[in-house]
């Protein structure tokens, strides 16, 4: 494997260039952060037609991509086995081959979604008793508390320190936080990551579990939709994997473009 360096940048670029969507993560942190400089470095593995395939590291998890669908995932799974590995995401047909060689980890699918605009026609009127508004480095504590509580993020978010060294990297690199909050208690979130100037992911879509169903992370999305669109991003993703959340997305505009694996 060879390690990038920013000399390298635009090649990386190149190399991802023909799914927006899926390279969404790349995209940004190498626009925002660079190839060679923490918490991101890329490494490239050469083929006989160029790369054979990429992966980039930030912090201690990784997203492998290749053009190639019959890459050697026995040559990436050999690297990743001589790193630290929270865990590993990419488009769900490459992460099927190398799943093979993690048999001790677990693979969640997912559905990724890309929305252009927010729906003209979503409800998205703010719920009565509610506040939305941006969240900054002061909501920090609240945020964490948040997801600390919520089941579906009890891997990423389970009272370690570097978690706020995480959370707090969304500000450092171009990404929004939104809350809604209810008696000034923040009951609702989500943000954006991987920001750069044409996109960013959605990411930590998360309601208290006594305050949902009523409409809050739905409203809580839609404004972190509008307020990136109004900055001039072409377009936003999200992943999801119920089927009741994917219909409220699709109510606000998003709609899939295909399968992404992550395993832990």
């Known amino acids: 494997m060879q390690r990038c360096t920013e000399a390298d940048r635009q090649a990386v670029l190149d190399y991802i260039a023909a799914e927006p969507e899926i390279n969404l993560f790349i995209y940004g942190d190498v626009e925002t952060v ?9 490494w490239v593995e050469p083929g006989p037609r160029g790369w054979d395939f990429l992966v980039l590291q930030y912090f201690d998890s ?9 890459y050697n995932a026995a040559a990436a799974a050999a690297f990743l086995r001589e790193r630290k590995v929270r865990g590993i995401s990419g488009k769900q047909e490459l992460l099927d081959r190398l799943a093979p060689y993690f048999p001790g980890k ?13 729906d003209p026609a979503f409800a998205g009127q703010t719920p009565a008793g509610i506040t939305v508004r941006e969240l900054g480095p002061e909501d920090l504590d609240q945020t964490l508390d948040l997801l600390r509580g919520i089941e579906e993020f009890a891997d990423s978010y389970h009272g370690e320190a570097r978690e706020r060294e995480e959370l707090a990297q969304c500000w ?11 008696a000034g208690q923040l009951v609702s979130t989500a943000q954006t990551t991987a920001a750069s100037s044409r996109s960013a992911m959605v990411v930590g879509v998360a309601t208290r579990p006594e305050a949902r169903g009523c409409g809050y992370a739905s409203a809580v999305v839609a404004e972190l939709c509008r307020r990136s669109f109004a900055q001039g991003r072409a377009f936003l993703c999200l992943f999801y994997d119920n089927p009741a959340a994917g219909r409220i997305y699709h109510r606000i505009g998003f709609s899939e473009v295909g399968g992404w694996t992550m395993m832990n």
């Not at 677990?106 to 927010?118: D, E, G, I, P, Q």
């Open 62 to 70: 990784y997203i492998l991509y290749s053009r190639n669908p019959d």
């Open 34 to 42: 660079g190839v060679d400089k923490p918490p991101v470095q890329v």
């Open 172 to 182: 450092k690199c171009g990404g929004m936080m939104m809350g809604a909050f209810r």
């Open 106 to 118: 677990s693979s969640k699918l997912t559905y990724m979604s890309r929305c252009n605009a927010v």
